[in-house]
């Protein structure tokens, strides 16, 4: 089942086998995907990057909020730096990516692997995906402040 993508949150990166890799609930979960995407615009107008972590029945996507457990956190975390780090070099692609290689990477998890993946099934992609850069570059002082100090706590703790 491919994620909605005419929603207010548009997927831009995705991983959808997150199923096979949901921490203890690994292919026991309602939550079958995550993404990075353009959100609704907020009170100021802008547009912004938001996660969602995608729920389902295995018949409907749910739109109900959810409470996000640690492990699945961090599985966010991850997604969110190997998605700056694509958009680092994404300027050298036509569209922001490789549409003969739109997995960006398999990060190993459990025995299996979390997938970050361009979602291709976005039928305004290449819109979204121009807005979806242009925001990560407007952000980047702010997501480059947290990132080194999350580098920092990492180190301190001996990662």
């Known amino acids: 089942m491919k994620l909605p993508t005419t929603s207010q949150h548009k997927p831009v990166v995705v991983s959808e086998n997150y199923d ?10 309602d939550v079958k995907a995550l993404s990075l995407g353009l959100a609704a615009k907020n009170d100021t107008g802008k547009a912004a990057i938001a996660a969602k972590a995608w ?33 680092r070099e994404a300027y050298r ?21 979390l997938n970050v993946a361009i979602c291709t099934d976005n039928d305004t992609l290449h819109d979204d ?19 080194r100090a999350l580098a920092r706590l990492l180190k301190d ?3």
């Not at 890799?21 to 292919?27: E, P, Y």
């Not at 990516?97 to 739109?102: L, S």
């Open 129 to 147: 995906i121009k807005q979806f850069s242009r925001v990560l570059s407007e952000d980047d002082e702010l997501i480059g402040e947290r990132l």
């Open 93 to 113: 692609y036509e569209h922001f990516y490789d549409p003969q290689k739109p997995v960006i990477d398999r990060i190993a998890l459990q025995g299996d692997a």
């Open 55 to 87: 729920k389902s029945t295995g018949e409907a996507w749910s739109t109900e909020s959810e409470e996000l457990p640690l492990h699945r956190i961090l599985d966010l975390s991850l997604l969110v730096c190997r998605t700056l780090n694509h958009f």
């Open 20 to 29: 096979r890799v949901d921490g203890r609930s690994a292919r026991n979960t």
């Open 157 to 159: 703790m001996g990662y």
